[in-house]
């Protein structure tokens, strides 16, 4: 019964590519050949990011073009089925790095935020990318505050200021010991994704590890 509702969804709503719109012939494809081959992707060591408090950070693709508009839709105007293709491209990259990790969590949203979207885009990559890799994933951060968005703000240290205490843990005692594997959909600065590190780091996880779809290219 489930494969004939899913063949009638196909039929009506044919699955897309995220970043060119196209509909899909392969539906196993997390994109088109087209985008496969034109996405600016992040090669080699451009995928990798060290950090303060994190000890490796995996972004695949560049926040550029058809990315940038894709994960504009995904964030902002309710395509969070875009979620399940993003998560395999950033589970191919996690392969390629051959991270290992205990616990999937991510960036979260405050409840302001969460009320206006009805979502949180970074707990819907950090689910997919559970069913993908068989690790857990648990809630572990909550946000406190409603800073102004990064986005809004232009230098570094004004994004270190603006995140600065804003996160507390759920439950500080549950992170003993693990390597974390933190997801959020873009990293500019990286201020964000490192304060949520580091307060993961000062309840005692063994490691923290990032993954993001896309990347600034100058960060």
Known sequence: MKAFFDALLDLFFPRRCPFCRCILKDYEKA???ACSEKLPWARGSAQRQV????ELCVSPLFYEENVRSALLRFKFHGLRVYAASFARIMADALRQQE????LITWVPVSAKRLKQRGYD???LLAEELSELTLCPCRRLLLKTNDNPAQS???SPEQRRKNVA?????CDPESVKGLRILLVDDIVTTGATINE??????SAGAEGVFGVTLARSRHS
């Open 121 to 123: 885009q970074a707990q």
């Open 99 to 102: 991270i290992s990790f205990d």
């Open 165 to 169: 205490g804003v996160y507390r843990l």
């Open 51 to 54: 950090m303060r408090h994190i």
């Open 31 to 33: 994109h088109c050949k």
């Open 152 to 154: 809004s703000l232009k």
């Open 196 to 201: 949520c590190a580091r307060m993961l780091r």
